[in-house]
């Protein structure tokens, strides 16, 4: 049986993957360029940002990536629950 991979190689239906991702981030300018680069193959990718200082934002634009500001003073946990409960996501 042929994998994911394999099938969009040869130029299948299955050109993405129908999976919402979210990447949490604040100045990730430095890892975020890889972090894109793994979820490529999804149908949908917000970036939540919280008020990154570096290159972030535009990082996360030049990849198509939807990028969304987060204003909270709390951690993670938070960040992801917000983003389940105001975003319109494509996949759920």
Do not use: H
């Not at 993405?16 to 990718?45: D, H, K, M, Y």
């Not at 917000?82 to 975003?87: F, G, S, T, V, Y």
């Amino acid at each position: 049986m042929e994998n994911f991979q394999e099938l969009r190689d040869k130029g299948n239906r299955l050109s993405t993957i129908p999976v919402s991702v979210i990447v949490p981030v604040r100045n990730e300018a430095r890892n975020l360029p890889r972090c894109l680069e793994s979820v490529q193959s999804f149908g949908e990718v917000y970036v939540i940002d919280s008020q990154s200082e570096d290159a972030t934002v535009e990082i996360a634009r030049s990849y198509k990536a939807k990028v969304v500001q987060f204003f909270y003073k709390g951690g993670w946990p938070k960040k992801r629950q917000w983003a389940l409960q105001n975003l319109a996501f494509m996949y759920d």
